[in-house]
């Protein structure tokens, strides 16, 4: 180690090393970023009206996935632009840290979303009196505080590594295996903390999330009138799809075996879980929820009439005596 200079940045290779794939990959992901905010951002407008439970959690999900993208995508954009794919060593754990850590608490997030649609389905009595303010004022905050530290306690150990051989990351973001394996340090320990807390903060909310709509399933089958049934799934089929869109394109990208052959596929997944899936949860929630879009559909027409307002101010009718 003493005859190789230390690594003070990292290249990442991207997505496509074809350079006539450069422009269309830019515009892609150009608008799938401007829609992802766009989304995300008018969600967050339309929960501030609506006080309840679960758009209270709705709203956290749209802002930590605002925040998610924007950890990914201007780094990628700033890549396929200019052909720089250079990231220096601080600026490649600073992007693990935040992107480790609202991943993490996305997972918690989601399984809270799952215990207030348990319980608003399976316990409607208990519902109000179990789904205070405070209550879910604890959830969020302690899926955001609990995910930042223990990222923290990850990146420290990561900060502590040395590197000094190769340093191509042959992906579009810093991911935490990729980066390890660089290391010219022994990596033993910080290879079971990553294990261990992913551990912690995937298979916990996960199976508590698979297990409450297993009882939320059951609890619809029984009710006799199918409109009844209807209303009751309706109320949690947004959420189950945006929890099997999250969980399963997450799965298979960190499942698949990470060689040459299956290389390509695992960018393709993690592409689904990183950049698709924050753009598409806005439309979920918004097309299968009637109060998000009465909500929505009012700022626009708000929106709308705003330049005929100021049209009109400008231009005031001028009544004349006759």
Same mark, same amino acid.
Request: glycine share 4%.
């Given at each position: 180690?003493?005859?190789?200079?230390?690594?003070?940045? +990292?290249?990442?290779?991207?997505?496509?090393?074809?350079?006539?794939?450069?422009?269309?990959?830019?515009?892609?992901?150009?608008?799938?970023?401007?829609?992802?905010?766009?989304?995300?951002?008018?969600?967050?407008?339309?929960?501030?009206?609506?006080?309840?439970?679960?758009?209270?959690?709705?709203?956290?999900?749209?802002?930590?996935?605002?925040?998610?993208?924007?950890?990914?995508?201007?780094?990628?954009? $700033? *890549?396929?632009? %200019?052909?720089?794919?250079?990231? *220096?060593?601080?600026?490649?754990?600073? /992007?693990?840290?935040?992107?480790?850590?609202?991943?993490?608490a996305e997972c918690?997030?989601?399984?809270?979303?799952?215990?207030?649609?348990?319980?608003?389905?399976?316990?409607?009595?208990?519902?109000?009196?179990?789904?205070?303010?405070?209550?879910?004022?604890?959830?969020?905050?302690?899926?955001?505080?609990?995910?930042?530290?223990?990222?923290?306690?990850?990146?420290?150990?990561?900060? /502590?590594?040395?590197?000094?051989?190769?340093?191509?990351?042959?992906?579009?973001?810093?991911?935490?295996?990729?980066?390890?394996?660089?290391?010219?340090?022994?990596?033993?320990?910080?290879?079971?903390?990553? +294990?261990?807390?992913?551990?912690?903060?995937?298979?916990?909310?996960?199976? +508590? %999330?698979?297990?409450?709509?297993?009882?939320?399933?059951?609890?619809?089958?029984?009710?006799?009138?199918?409109?009844? @049934? /209807?209303?009751? +799934?309706? !109320?949690c089929s947004s959420?189950?799809?945006?929890?099997?869109?999250f969980y399963g394109?997450?799965?298979?990208?960190?499942?698949?075996?990470?060689?040459? %052959?299956?290389?390509?596929?695992?960018?393709?997944? *993690?592409?689904?879980?990183?950049?698709?899936?924050?753009?598409?949860?806005?439309?979920?929630?918004?097309?299968?929820? @009637?109060?998000? @879009?009465?909500?929505?559909?009012?700022?626009?027409?708000?929106?709308?009439? $705003?330049?005929?307002? /100021?049209?009109?101010?400008?231009?005031?009718?001028?009544? !004349?005596?006759?």
């Amino acid at each position: 180690m003493d005859n190789q200079s230390t690594v003070t940045e +990292f290249r990442l290779l991207g997505l496509s090393s074809f350079p006539e794939m450069q422009p269309l990959l830019f515009m892609s992901f150009l608008i799938i970023y401007l829609l992802t905010l766009a989304g995300n951002l008018s969600i967050c407008l339309a929960i501030w009206h609506l006080h309840t439970p679960m758009y209270y959690f709705l709203g956290n999900l749209a802002f930590m996935e605002t925040c998610y993208t924007s950890i990914i995508l201007p780094r990628l954009l $700033f *890549s396929l632009l %200019t052909g720089d794919r250079t990231i *220096s060593v601080m600026g490649c754990i600073t /992007q693990m840290y935040f992107f480790g850590s609202l991943a993490a608490a996305e997972c918690y997030l989601l399984a809270a979303m799952s215990y207030d649609r348990y319980l608003a389905i399976c316990k409607p009595l208990h519902y109000a009196t179990c789904m205070t303010c405070r209550f879910c004022l604890q959830l969020t905050a302690g899926s955001w505080i609990s995910a930042f530290l223990a990222i923290s306690i990850m990146v420290l150990f990561v900060s /502590q590594l040395t590197f000094c051989g190769p340093n191509e990351i042959d992906h579009f973001f810093c991911e935490l295996i990729l980066v390890v394996k660089l290391s010219c340090s022994d990596t033993n320990v910080v290879e079971f903390v990553a +294990f261990l807390f992913a551990s912690i903060f995937t298979l916990p909310p996960f199976l +508590f %999330t698979i297990i409450s709509y297993v009882i939320i399933i059951a609890t619809i089958l029984r009710i006799s009138s199918v409109t009844g @049934k /209807q209303k009751a +799934f309706s !109320t949690c089929s947004s959420h189950l799809v945006v929890v099997t869109i999250f969980y399963g394109t997450l799965m298979i990208a960190y499942v698949l075996p990470k060689n040459n %052959t299956l290389r390509d596929l695992n960018k393709l997944f *993690s592409v689904f879980y990183t950049i698709l899936t924050p753009m598409v949860n806005p439309l979920i929630y918004s097309l299968r929820n @009637k109060d998000v @879009k009465q909500t929505l559909k009012k700022y626009a027409s708000m929106f709308l009439a $705003f330049p005929r307002i /100021q049209t009109i101010r400008a231009n005031p009718l001028r009544i !004349t005596p006759s």
